[in-house]
C-alpha cells in the first residue's frame, strides 16, 4: 500500500529511528554479500570466458557485470537518489528487452576493467544514497524496497552466471564444499496435505515482488506430495525403463521436441558402459543416486510423473506444502517458520555447487513434513506463470507483466544457487517448458480421493 508522509514537522521517535537503522543495515548487508559473489563468478576467469559466449542462451558475463551496474544506477542513483545519470550512453546496451542474449556479444560492450570500474563507481555512490535515505516515502523507498529489488536482481543475475559456468567448457574455475552427508533418506515417501483454503501470495513481506502480491484465499482440495524431490536414481528408473521412448508419458509438444533434439537424459549426463556420468562446473563424476535430479526440463519432469502414475503439482499445492500450518491455520514466511534461512535450513547461496542428499535439512521441514522445499533444486510445478487476482505491475512492467501467459511454467523453491533475498516460500520463478540449463528439478504430486 502506498504511504504519505505527514507534512508537519515532527521528531522522529527512538523506535524510529532503531527501525531505519535497521533496514539500512539489512539492505548494506544483501548488496555487499551480492557484490562479493558478483566478483567471485566475474574474476575466476578471464580472456573468452570472460567476454565470450557459452551458450546463445547466456550473456557474455562481462554483460551481466556491466548489466548489474546499469540497472543499480538506473534505479538507486536516479530513481531513488535523483542523481544525473553516469554513462547514459549505455542504457540501450545493457536493456535486456532491447538486446536479446544471442545478440549481446556483438555489442560495444564495456571491456572486463571498464565494467569493474563503472558497477564500483556506482555501487559506491549507491551506499550513500542509502545512508540518506528515508524508508517511509515513496513505495520505492518504503522498507528500503528499491534496495532490497536491486540485491534480488543482482543475485538473481549471479545466479544465471553460475548457469553460464555450469555450460563452460574448461577445467574448473569455480570450488565450494560439499553438502554434509546423511543417512539414506527411509522416511515416508509422500505427505498428505489436508483440503481446505489457505492465503497464498503476501501482503507483508517488505521486499516481495510485484508477482508475488497480492495475498489472496485459495482452495486447494486434498492432495497428496513427494515427501522429497524426485532423485537421480529414481529418475535413473525411468530412463532404464525406457521412459525417453515411450510416447505415452509425453505431451505432444514434449514428445516432440525431445525427438527433433535427440534428448535422452537429463542435461550434462552420459553414458559410460553401465554407468552415468555428469558433467559439473568443469568437473566429470559419477552421477550420485541419492541427491535430487538436476537440469530437466518441464517437459521431462511432466513425463516422469505420468510414468510413475503421478503429476507435477500445481502452484497452488506447491506453496500450501511450504507454508500452510495446519495446528494454526496460519501461512508461514518459509516452511520451518517465519525467520530467515540458516544453514541448518536449507541449501542456499552457492554455499555448495551441487544439491544436498534427498532427506537432507530435517530443521527445514514443513509442519507436515515435507522437506527441502527450499534451496537444492528449482521445482516445476503444472502451472503456467499468471497474475494473482488483484496483481499491479510495479515498479515496471517488463519483470512480471509481460511473462504472464501460458508460455511460461512456474518453478518454486529455489536452488543451490539462489541467495536467501531472492528466495522465500512465496518467491516465483518462471521459465519456457524446455529449459534444462537452469538448476531445475521437481517432485510429484498425486490428488487424495475422498471418500
Known sequence: MDRTRDTEDT???????????????????????????????TSCVEGPDLTGQVSPLMSPLVWDLAHIGNQEEQWLLRAVGGQEAIRPEIDSLYDAFEHPRSARPSLPLLAPDEARRYAADVRGRALDVLERTAFDGTRLTEAGFAFGMIAQHEQQHDETM???????????ALTAPDPEPVPLYTGPSEVLVPGGPFTMGTGT???ALDNERPAHR???????????????????AFIDDGGYD???????????HIRRHSVTAPQFWR????????????????????????????????????WAGRRLPTEAEWEKAARYDPVTGGTRRYPWGDTDPGPEHANLGQRHLRPAPAGSYPAGESP????????????????????YPGFRAFPYREYSEVFFGPDYKVLRGGSFA???????????????PIRRQIFSGFRTARSAEVG
Request: aromatic share 12%; proline share 7%; hydrophobic share 40%.
Open 246 to 256: 515411450d510416447p505415452r508419458w509425453w505431451t505432444p509438444d514434449g514428445w516432440d
Open 162 to 172: 553460475l548457469i553460464t559456468h555450469q555450460l563452460r567448457r574448461g577445467p574448473q
Open 205 to 207: 513481506e517488505p521486499w
Open 271 to 306: 553414458r559410460d558402459g553401465g554407468q552415468w556420468l555428469r558433467r559439473r562446473f568443469g568437473v566429470t563424476e559419477a552421477v550420485p543416486a541419492d541427491e535430487p535430479v538436476l537440469h530437466v526440463c518441464w517437459y521431462e519432469a511432466d513425463a516422469y510423473a505420468r
Open 418 to 432: 539462489v541467495d536467501a533475498v531472492a528466495c522465500r516460500g512465496t518467491f516465483r520463478n518462471w521459465d519456457y
Open 218 to 236: 485459495r482452495e486447494v482440495a486434498p492432495y497428496f506430495i513427494d515427501t522429497v524431490p524426485v532423485t537421480n536414481g529414481a529418475y535413473r
Open 368 to 387: 507436515l513434513g515435507v522437506r527441502q522445499l527450499i534451496g537444492d533444486v528449482w521445482e516445476w510445478t503444472s502451472s503456467d506463470f499468471a497474475p
Open 11 to 41: 521528531e522522529e521517535t527512538p523506535t524510529a529511528t532503531a527501525t531505519a537503522d535497521a533496514l539500512r543495515e539489512r539492505a548494506l548487508a544483501t548488496l555487499l554479500t551480492a557484490r562479493d559473489r558478483t566478483t567471485l563468478l
